[in-house]
T-cell receptor
Framework: EPEVTQTPSHQVTQMGQEVILRCVPI?????FYWYRQILGQKVEFLVS????????KSEIFDDQFSVERPDGSNFTLKIRSTKLEDSAMYFC????????????FGQGTRLTVV | LAKTTQPISMDSYEGQEVNITCSHN???????ITWYQQFPSQGPRFIIQ???TKVTNEVASLFIPADRKSSTLSLPRVSLSDTAVYYC??????????FGAGTTVTVRA
């Protein structure tokens, strides 16, 4: 069964450092997403990406965040200057057109900012 | 997207059927009802989706009455491995998913 893969599974970084979280979506999907989940809280939407551009972003997704699809397979989330409150699980997801809410999520990257 | 309301938690025992009811009084005509499952430290996983009446797959059944103001996810004969958080979402073609707190289902031996 095709799956969304994320690397690394766990990243520890110092406050103020830049991090890049990587994702390989399912190959024939066209919509890509990043979500995050702070420990003990709900899954929060960050950004959706379609046709090489951001289609929607939440208020969490401020200027510190950016996304990129550098090649035909990878989808990345960059946090420019990490803060303690960025510590969370970050999930990448992908879906195909007409999915009406059926998205496939990766296993997540646990980001710890110290 | 319509707001959904579901119980915070439910307890069950192995072999029982678990029914989780979700309210969505303001569901839009274009919205589907979609359920996800999430295990600790894992990403959400799509379980089932429906628009009206009953949908069944190898994991669960979803019952949606004619007025579509509520829906019930039914997990038959649960096992310990079904312990997870279950999310009810109203979804449409705008693709963004809005997760609430979900229902934490705990299955005991």
């Amino acid at each position: 069964e095709p799956e969304v893969t994320q690397t690394p599974s766990h990243q520890v970084t110092q406050m103020g450092q830049e991090v890049i979280l990587r994702c390989v979506p399912i190959s024939n999907h066209l919509y890509f997403y990043w979500y995050r989940q702070i420990l003990g809280q709900k899954v929060e939407f960050l950004v959706s990406f379609y046709n090489n551009e951001i289609s929607e972003k939440s208020e969490i997704f401020d200027d510190q965040f950016s996304v990129e699809r550098p090649d035909g397979s990878n989808f990345t989330l960059k946090i420019r200057s990490t803060k303690l409150e960025d510590s969370a699980m970050y999930f990448c997801a992908s879906s195909d057109p007409g999915g009406r809410g059926e998205a496939f999520f990766g296993q997540g990257t646990r980001l710890t900012v110290v | 997207l319509a707001k959904t309301t579901q119980p915070i938690s439910m307890d069950s025992y192995e072999g029982q059927e678990v029914n989780i009811t979700c309210s969505h009084n303001n569901i839009a005509t274009n919205d589907y009802i979609t359920w996800y499952q999430q295990f600790p430290s894992q990403g959400p996983r799509f379980i089932i989706q429906g628009y009206k009446t009953k949908v069944t797959n190898e994991v669960a059944s979803l019952f949606i009455p004619a007025d579509r103001k509520s829906s019930t996810l039914s997990l038959p004969r649960v096992s310990l491995s079904d312990t997870a958080v279950y999310y009810c979402l109203a979804t449409s073609n705008d693709y963004k998913l809005s997760f609430g707190a979900g229902t934490t289902v705990t299955v005991r031996a």
